[in-house]
C-alpha cells in the first residue's frame, strides 16, 4: 500500500529557533498534501492544504508566515515552523493524497515536537 | 461550517462485548464518510470508508460502519472486541467540495482482556 513517511520523527527546539519537517510519499506521486497539529488526547486540526509547484491554503486562524509550507514535488512537502514557542509544541501529522485518485489518503506517522 | 461530532470519548469494554461508535456531522451535500483508528504510537490508519451504494459498510478487522442519511449519522460496530482493538478512533467527514477532511473528537477505546 501506500506508504508516507515523516522526518524528524520527534524533535526538541529551543524557544526562538525554526524547525522544518518533511513529508515524503515514497511509493506513489501525491499532487496535494495535507498538514494536520494533533494535540494530546485530542483530533487533528487540518493547518494547511499544499499542492505541488503552488502557494498553500490554510485554515482560517492559523498563521502563514509562522507555519511555512513547501511543496516543491510530487512526492515531497516541508512545513517549517518558524520562531518557535512552547505553544507550538505538538504532534505535526501529513498526509498524501494519491495523484488520479481524489479520495485516497495516506496518513504519515507524525512528528512530535517540543519548544523548550 | 462542517462539524463531526463523536458522542463517545472514553469507552471501556470487555474482551468479547459489542461496540458500537457514534458519529454525526453536520452538512448538507454530498459527502464521503472514514472512519480511521490509531494505535498506541502508530499513525491514522484507514478503517472503512463510504462513498456511495449499500450503507452498510465493512472494514478491516471485522469493524463494519452504517450510513444514515435521514440521520447524518455514521456509527462504527463490532461484534465482538478483542484487546487488541485498543485504540483511538476517529471519524472523518469529507465533502465533495473542497476535498479536505474534517475529523471528529475521537474515541479512545479500552478493552479489558
Known amino acids: 500500500g501506500a506508504v508516507v513517511s515523516q522526518h524528524p520523527s520527534w524533535v526538541i527546539c529551543k524557544s526562538g529557533t525554526s524547525v522544518k519537517i518533511e513529508c515524503r510519499s515514497l511509493?506513489?506521486?501525491?499532487?496535494?498534501m495535507f498538514w494536520y497539529r494533533q494535540f494530546p488526547k485530542q483530533s487533528l486540526m487540518l493547518m494547511a492544504t499544499?499542492?505541488?509547484?503552488?502557494?498553500?491554503?490554510?485554515e482560517q486562524g492559523v498563521e502563514k508566515d509562522k507555519f511555512l509550507i513547501n511543496h516543491a514535488s510530487l512526492t515531497l512537502s516541508t512545513l517549517t515552523v518558524t520562531s518557535a514557542h512552547p505553544e507550538d509544541s505538538s504532534f505535526y501529522i501529513c498526509?498524501?493524497?494519491?495523484?488520479?485518485?481524489?479520495?485516497?489518503?495516506?496518513f504519515g506517522p507524525g512528528t512530535r515536537l517540543t519548544v523548550t | 461550517a462542517q462539524s463531526v461530532s463523536q458522542h463517545n470519548h472514553h469507552v471501556i469494554l470487555s474482551e468479547a462485548a459489542s461496540l458500537e461508535l457514534g458519529c454525526n456531522y453536520s452538512?448538507?451535500?454530498?459527502?464521503?464518510l472514514f472512519w480511521y483508528v490509531q494505535y498506541p504510537g502508530q499513525h491514522l490508519q484507514l478503517l472503512l470508508k463510504?462513498?456511495?451504494?449499500?450503507?452498510l459498510v465493512k472494514g478491516i478487522k471485522g469493524f463494519e460502519a452504517e450510513f444514515i442519511k435521514s440521520k447524518f449519522s455514521f456509527n462504527l460496530r463490532k461484534p465482538s472486541v478483542q484487546w487488541s482493538d485498543t485504540a483511538e478512533y476517529f471519524c472523518?467527514?469529507?465533502?465533495?467540495?473542497?476535498?479536505?477532511?474534517?475529523f471528529g473528537q475521537g474515541t479512545t477505546l479500552q478493552v479489558k482482556p
Open positions: 498526509s498524501a493524497r494519491v495523484r488520479g485518485l481524489t479520495y485516497e489518503q495516506y
Open positions: 511509493d506513489f506521486q501525491a499532487t496535494t
Open positions: 499544499s499542492n505541488e509547484g503552488s502557494k498553500a491554503t490554510y
Open positions: 452538512y448538507g451535500g454530498t459527502v464521503n
Open positions: 463510504y462513498f456511495s451504494g449499500d450503507p
Open positions: 472523518a467527514v469529507r465533502s465533495g467540495n473542497t476535498g479536505k477532511l474534517i
